[in-house]
């Protein structure tokens, strides 16, 4: 985890977090200075990313929104659970999971969809979701925004399915 850096837009800034596997995958947080000097984190529109990245891996933006999560079981069983943004991310880091975030498509006015993973080094798994926020709740801070939840994954098995990908990219 590297320092607080500058960006060369004013009045931003990143905490550098580490990445997983893949660069876009990772833990950064995105702060700027209010009127006093203190960071905040950001939330606008501006930012969507940056904003998302936020909203996904911390709780320092107060929000009410539900995850409407569709989990994977084995021999292709799912639930379907609906949770807290705020509750999912607290119970991970309880847990001894790192949130890593990326977002894979970006619509302003669409459904974003984004990459969520609860990554446990200690344990050797990972919470594999993805997000499909939809940006018409974005400014409301509250609203249902669906998943799908692939838990307890092996961090080894996901390791190979981004190395074959990388593999399959060049």
């Known amino acids: 985890m590297g320092g607080i850096v500058k960006a060369w837009q004013d009045n931003y800034y990143i905490l550098k977090g580490d990445s997983y596997i893949l660069p876009n995958l990772n833990a950064n947080q995105y702060l700027w200075k209010d009127s006093l000097g203190q960071l905040k984190p950001i939330y606008n529109k501006v930012y969507p990313i940056e ?69 446990n080094s200690e344990m050797g798994y990972n919470h594999i979701m993805k997000l499909s926020f939809p940006m018409t709740i974005f400014k409301k801070l509250k609203g249902r925004i669906p998943a799908r939840l692939n838990s307890y994954v092996n961090s080894s098995r996901i390791k190979n399915i981004f190395a074959d990908y990388n593999e399959m990219k060049l």
């Open 51 to 119: 904003s998302l990245a936020n909203l996904f891996t911390s709780n320092l933006i107060h929000n009410d929104f539900i995850i409407e999560i569709k989990l994977r079981k084995y021999g292709f069983k799912t639930d379907t659970l609906n949770v807290p943004l705020k509750k999912w991310i607290s119970y991970c880091k309880q847990t001894g999971c790192k949130p890593f975030f990326g977002i894979i498509t970006l619509e302003k006015e669409g459904v974003t969809s984004c990459e969520l993973i609860m990554h």
